[in-house]
């Protein structure tokens, strides 16, 4: 049974994934503020991860992180580094590419959601408050300078990925 960390971070993957299809539809344009919702979204549920809950697993396990964590983490390098230029279709392409693969490795069984929710055990309810509770996080602007797009296939690389062209 998943209990209330998996359900409120999956179904924020749900919100998150239903943003950036309907801020795409039109694969000649993407819809700016739709968009801009998403990757507030995407920021802030990175940061509830890597603020929140992979420390408090960490803390639990004695200063031992999840074997998932190393990976989920450079997830999230990549992905946090393809909120940073303006999207076109190969940003999209790859954001989208990632995500799938990375949603899923949180919420299969046996992922961090439910390693997490396993380890809090009674006090999963508090944490998952936590979680709902916590405020967004400032987001800059996108950044069109040039270079930026090398330093995101980079940081996309590093993860093991390869950007979309």
Do not use: S, W
């Not at 971070?9 to 299809?21: I, K, S, Y």
């Not at 009674?122 to 967004?136: G, K």
């Amino acid at each position: 049974m998943k209990g209330p960390i998996h359900a409120y971070l999956a179904t924020d993957h749900d919100r998150l994934d239903d943003l950036l299809r309907r801020a795409t539809a039109d694969p000649d344009h993407v819809d700016q503020p739709l968009y801009a919702e998403f990757r507030a979204g995407l920021l802030r549920h990175i940061g509830l991860e890597e603020r929140i809950l992979i420390p408090t697993c960490v803390r639990l396990r004695g200063g031992e992180a999840p074997a998932m964590a190393q990976r989920i983490r450079l997830d999230h390098g990549a992905i946090t580094a393809l909120m940073v230029p303006p999207p076109d279709r190969n940003v999209i392409a790859t954001l989208r590419k990632i995500l799938t693969l990375h949603n899923d490795l949180e919420e299969k069984d046996g992922g961090l959601y439910g390693v997490c929710e396993d380890m809090v055990g009674p006090e999963a309810e508090a944490l998952a408050r936590q979680l709902r509770e916590a405020p967004a996080v400032p987001v800059l602007g996108h950044n069109d300078r040039p270079g930026i797009l090398d330093a995101t296939r980079r940081a996309v690389e590093r993860a093991g990925y390869t950007m979309e062209e």
